[in-house]
């Protein structure tokens, strides 16, 4: 059973989700935050998308079918799941339950509306959300990364516009406009909540008797 009232005493896994529109660059924020930060693992998402160039199933993605999919969502083996692009995105329970109950960190990859969803089942989880410098230089991104047709990048254009608008749904907005300094602002964001009082109350108990 899923529960969000965590013991206080009790560390546990941090959900770290990684929020902003399509081409903001997540992935290459996330790979070289894993870099520094080897304490976090990335959440493999399920998806009805068709693998993209080079991706392997189990690795990028659990790729499957629709039927497959509202199988999961039937069965509740989908902690949350949004539909982008006309195919379904979700998270998978089980691993989630798993890496927070062996006090392991994980970072979650999701669109606005899945991020939503987890922060309500897990009110601690971290909510960072992503933003362009500018509409135009996302575009410029879709468009050299070369892996959507124009048609599609015309929608995740539209699909941004609605995303950012919902920026104030966030706790922490950072603006993607040099990597290292996105990175370095999200490493600081993960440092003050770890140096919360209540994430380190069982340590101070210890050392303190308080
Ligand atoms: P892409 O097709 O570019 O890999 O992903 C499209 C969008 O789906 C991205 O914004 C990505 O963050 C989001 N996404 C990936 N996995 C999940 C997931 O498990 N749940 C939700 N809600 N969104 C996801």
Excluded at 13 to 21: H, M, N, Q, W, Y
Excluded at 96 to 123: C, H, S, Y
Excluded at 131 to 149: C, G, Q, W, Y
């Amino acid at each position: 059973m899923m529960n969000s009232m965590m013991d206080k005493n009790m560390i546990q896994g941090k959900i770290l989700c990684v929020s902003g529109p399509s081409g903001v660059g997540k992935g290459t924020v996330i790979d070289k935050l894993m870099e520094k930060r080897q304490d976090f693992v990335l959440s493999i998402s399920m998806t009805t998308r068709a693998p993209r160039g080079e991706e392997k199933d189990g690795i990028d993605y659990y790729f499957c079918s629709v039927t497959e999919f509202q199988d999961l969502i039937a069965k509740k083996e989908i902690l949350e799941f949004d539909i982008y692009s006309d195919e379904y995105y979700g998270t998978p329970v089980g691993p989630i339950r798993e890496f927070i109950r062996n006090k392991q960190n994980v970072i979650l990859d999701i669109t606005i509306a899945g991020a939503l969803q987890v922060k309500k089942i897990f009110p601690e989880a971290l909510m960072v959300f992503l933003l362009p410098p500018s509409m135009e230089s996302l575009r410029d991104r879709l468009l050299k990364r070369n892996t959507e047709t124009e048609e599609q990048i015309k929608a995740r254009i539209k699909q941004a516009e609605i995303e950012i608008s919902h920026v104030e749904k966030f706790e922490y907005a950072i603006l993607n406009d040099k990597i290292e300094n996105t990175v370095s602002k999200l490493e600081a964001i993960i440092i003050a909540e770890e140096c919360k009082y209540y994430n380190q109350s069982a340590k101070f108990e210890q050392l303190f008797n308080i």
